[in-house]
């Protein structure tokens, strides 16, 4: 069965350092997201990506984040400069119609120190 | 602006019994309803949804949902739980037009022997 795959599963860094979180979508999916999950918290949008395009961005995604999808597979998250409060689990998300259901990947935990 | 509750933090059950997970939205417009679960330290998995048509939904492992319209409601339930249900249940609604999720805050189910 296809699935999202994300790698690191769990990436450690330094306040202010860049990090790029990594995720390999199902191969026919058109729809990519990110979402993030702060420890106790619930699940919150970060942004989607269609036809090689932001079409929606919460208030969260602020400058310091960027999306891309550099080749036919990947697609990876940026954080620019992470700051404590970035610590997280960040899902990476995709489905092949907007309206349908969306496939979660397992999750990049991300400790900013 | 769209909001999703579920109210019940915590359900404790016993093994065998019955359980309903309450989820209520708030949206003028149509929506997408999904319910997702997530295993401890795993990403999140499609549990059932609801794009359009019966308002009864059956989903994996037993669990089926009512989507009704004029309580603004999508209640998750299973007549007999099993140890291994014992997760994180979210329900997540998009409204229509636009793809992100919009999750609740999850209701930790643990079922009891």
């Known amino acids: 069965e296809p699935e999202v795959t994300q790698t690191p599963s769990h990436q450690v860094t330094q306040m202010g350092q860049e990090v790029i979180l990594r995720c390999v979508p199902i191969?026919?999916?058109?729809?990519f997201y990110w979402y993030r999950q702060i420890l106790g918290q619930k699940v919150e949008f970060l942004v989607s990506?269609?036809?090689?395009?932001?079409?929606?961005k919460s208030e969260i995604f602020d400058d310091q984040f960027s999306v891309e999808r550099p080749d036919g597979s990947n697609f990876t998250l940026k954080i620019r400069s992470t700051k404590l409060e970035d610590s997280a689990m960040y899902f990476c998300?995709?489905?092949?119609?907007?309206?349908?259901?969306?496939?979660f990947g397992p999750g990049t935990r991300l400790t900013v120190l | 602006a769209q909001s999703v509750t579920q109210l019940d933090s915590q359900v404790p059950v016993f093994e065998e019994a019955p359980v309903e997970l309450r989820c209520n939205y708030s949206?003028?417009?149509?929506?997408?309803l999904f319910w997702y679960v997530q295993y401890p330290n795993q990403g999140l998995q499609l549990l059932l949804k609801?794009?359009?048509?019966?308002?009864l939904v059956k989903g994996i492992n037993g669990f089926e949902a009512e989507f009704n319209k004029s309580q603004t409601s999508f209640h998750l339930r299973k007549p007999s739980v099993h140890i291994s249900d014992t997760a994180e249940y979210f329900c997540?609604?998009?409204?229509?037009?636009?793809?992100?999720?919009?999750f609740g805050t999850g209701t930790r189910l643990k079922v009891l022997a």
């Open positions: 990506f269609y036809n090689n395009e932001i079409s929606e």
């Open positions: 949206s003028s417009v149509s929506v997408y």
């Open positions: 609801y794009l359009s048509g019966s308002t």
């Open positions: 191969s026919n999916h058109l729809y």
């Open positions: 997540a609604v998009a409204r229509s037009g636009t793809y992100k999720y919009i």
């Open positions: 998300a995709s489905s092949d119609r907007g309206f349908n259901e969306q496939f």
